[in-house]
């Protein structure tokens, strides 16, 4: 399975978090796809919580949206099956959380800092960013906001990126 550009979502947490409003994000969605598909990239969606998307890349469903290690472990069965050019995480951090990596700086009064860099990397799941320190995946991240039930940011921000 290949394709330009692969988009990773929890379906499960985006309809619990919009619920009357996801319809409206999954047509966004659709309109992306085909929108990607006039500009010649082939675009999968591949819901990390559904356990046949997961079955094609050989991975395990997400079953806990929270769960940092899952979350990794999925992302990297999508990279590795469908080899894209790059990946698109779709949602804020309540949706497709960031990984908590320890604070390499000392003295700010930070002890963790959430981050997307390991999704870009290759090495497992680690909280320790000495681990990610090679990115061999071109990740970004359209996130909604956080907390938020009002799906007209995400979808705006969809049509946009359509």
Known sequence: MTANKVIVT????LRLKYSTGFQRIRDAIGQLIAADKKRGL???????DSAADMRSVKGSPVATASDQ????????AVWR???PDYLVILGAPDVVPMQILRNP??????ANVPSDLPYACAAPYSSDPSAFLGATRVVGRLPDLV?????????SLLGTAA
């Open 69 to 76: 290690r899952q979350v990794k472990a999925a992302i990297d």
């Open 147 to 155: 907390g938020s039930r009002n799906a007209a940011y995400l979808v």
């Open 105 to 110: 700086a000392r003295g700010d009064g930070d």
């Open 10 to 13: 929890n379906l499960s947490a």
């Open 81 to 83: 099956a469908c080899a």
């Open 42 to 48: 082939t675009t999968l969606l591949v819901a990390i």
